[in-house]
């Protein structure tokens, strides 16, 4: 068989394409060739039938055409799901991030004075009048956070950590490597399941700069368990000279007791637990997009600020437009809950839940799918991110299962559908939960059932 040459497969492009120049194919053309090659030499082809040519062609070009980096539906009902991107942004605030992008800003200049200002500023006071922290700064991510920040307090003298707080989070994220990275020196104390506070005094020399407290994040541990409370470390680091970091990891402003859920320490209540500096990140249970930000006492954070690492992990000016809409938002807790897709998901009624599985469930049904049947089931989601970790969401799913496809199949298919449905496996079934899924979500899904019908189903 002889394979086609590179420059025959750019004129076959550009015969199916003729909008883009002839040089724009060299890439898809070699792809195709590639691709010919293996498959000869893996003996699946023989011979190069014109029809065959020009459908992989069609296919590699929509590849190449596709963005890598594309929106996929979360129908897994975990709300701040890492690998999906964690929070989702509405349109208040990415109006917000198009305007700065789009067009010049005053990111680092001052209007009033006509000469160079703080790219800081833009959040400072909004994070100031929501926590009534004394200084505020925000940096690329929490990772970032909570490194520099032991950089700029504790390097080269010892931090303090109980044996129950040193956790990692999504593989890479250690707090014993983060600390090493600062250039502090870690001293454990207590064991997993107990720390006293004698344990934290007991460890206390002339190197100590700080005691740090870690939220758990992504476990609890249960049973015989003590830990030391923010307040006693605060009583207990005053009598010593020394400061209280607590790194929340989601960080919430509102009191999700208030809605039925379980109570997870707010920013504001560790902050007035006396703690010198806290760190949390932007896209958690926050709902904005990816950032860490440090509250804490003013000149604390001024000594960050000052530190030349700040550079290096500064955030950027997109970022900083969607967070300061996100912030302002939170002027009103209403307003918060309405406008920010993560609260609302968490906080989603189940009555309103109910009627999304349903509506759903009808839209699947009436593709008249014989070999599939479709069931709406009560399932518990969660709300991920490393945010109130055992705490189980009620909620509605459709089940999707066929005598002639397993749940695993069925899973894969919708993974590569156009636009990728995400779904959870439970009790050997497919499993759709309607949690975190938008109005025009239900449509594409439908459309990816509608195709597996055509592809599957329909000789
Ligand atoms: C998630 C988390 C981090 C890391 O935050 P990023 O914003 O992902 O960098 C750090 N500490 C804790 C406790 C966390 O939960």
């Known amino acids: 068989m002889r394979i086609p040459s590179v420059n025959e497969l750019k004129e076959k492009f550009h015969q199916l394409f003729p909008s883009y ?14 691709i010919i090659r293996e498959r000869w030499q893996k003996g699946e082809i023989s011979e190069l039938s014109e029809p065959f040519l020009e459908s992989l062609i069609r296919k590699t070009f929509e590849d190449y055409e596709t963005p890598h980096l594309k929106r996929v539906i979360n129908a897994t009902g975990i709300v701040i799901h890492t690998n999906l991107g964690r929070a989702p942004l509405s349109e208040k ?22 000469k160079r200002g703080s790219r800081y500023v833009h959040v400072e006071e909004l994070l100031k009048e929501i926590t009534s ?6 940096v690329n991510n929490n990772a970032a956070a909570v490194l520099i920040s032991l950089n700029t307090l504790a390097f080269e003298k010892e931090v303090i950590v109980s044996r129950g707080e040193l956790i990692e989070i999504g593989g890479s994220f250690r707090i014993p490597e983060v600390m090493k990275w600062a250039g502090s020196i870690l001293k454990e104390v207590g064991t997993t399941n107990k720390t006293h506070l004698y344990d934290y005094e007991r460890a206390i020399s002339d190197k100590t700069a700080l005691f740090l407290k870690v939220h ?9 368990t003590e830990e030391v409370s923010a307040e006693e470390l605060v009583n207990l680091a005053k009598r010593y000279n020394l400061l209280v970091m607590e790194d929340l990891g989601s960080g919430c402003f509102i009191d999700f007791s208030k809605y039925g859920l379980k109570k997870e320490p707010t920013v504001q209540e560790t902050l007035k637990a006396g703690v010198d500096l806290v760190t949390f990140s932007g896209d958690k249970l926050l709902g904005g997009p990816q950032a860490g930000i440090i509250l ?11 530190n030349p690492l700040n550079r290096a992990i500064r955030i950027d000016k997109l970022t900083l437009a969607g967070l300061e809409a996100t912030l302002r938002l939170y002027r009103d807790e209403n307003l918060a809950i309405k406008y920010i ?13 109910k009627k ?18 479709f069931k709406i089931v009560e399932t518990i989601g969660k709300t991920g991110g490393g945010a109130l970790p055992t705490l189980e969401l009620p909620s509605y799913s459709v089940i999707a299962y066929s005598s002639k496809l397993s749940p695993s199949q069925l899973q894969k298919y919708l993974r590569a559908h156009k636009i990728p449905i995400i779904t959870r496996i439970e009790e050997d079934k497919m499993v759709l939960d309607v949690r975190c899924l938008f109005d025009e979500d239900l449509e594409e899904i439908k459309r990816a059932f ?7 189903f329909s000789r």
């Open 21 to 34: 120049p002839l040089s724009y194919f060299t890439f898809p053309a070699r792809k195709v060739a590639q």
């Open 93 to 114: 605030v990415l109006s917000e991030i198009i305007t700065i992008g789009k067009y010049y800003s005053n990111l680092e200049y001052d209007l009033k004075e006509g």
């Open 133 to 138: 922290a004394e200084g505020a700064l925000v």
């Open 216 to 224: 758990k994040s992504n476990y609890e541990i249960v049973g015989f």
């Open 296 to 306: 804490g006492k003013r000149e604390l954070i001024e000594k960050i600020r000052k």
């Open 341 to 353: 897709p993560v609260l609302s998901f968490i906080l989603a009624p189940k009555e309103k839940l």
């Open 356 to 373: 999304k599985a349903q509506k759903l469930y009808r839209l699947l049904k009436g593709l008249n799918l014989n070999e599939i049947e």
């Open 450 to 456: 509608q195709n597996l019908k055509n592809e599957y």
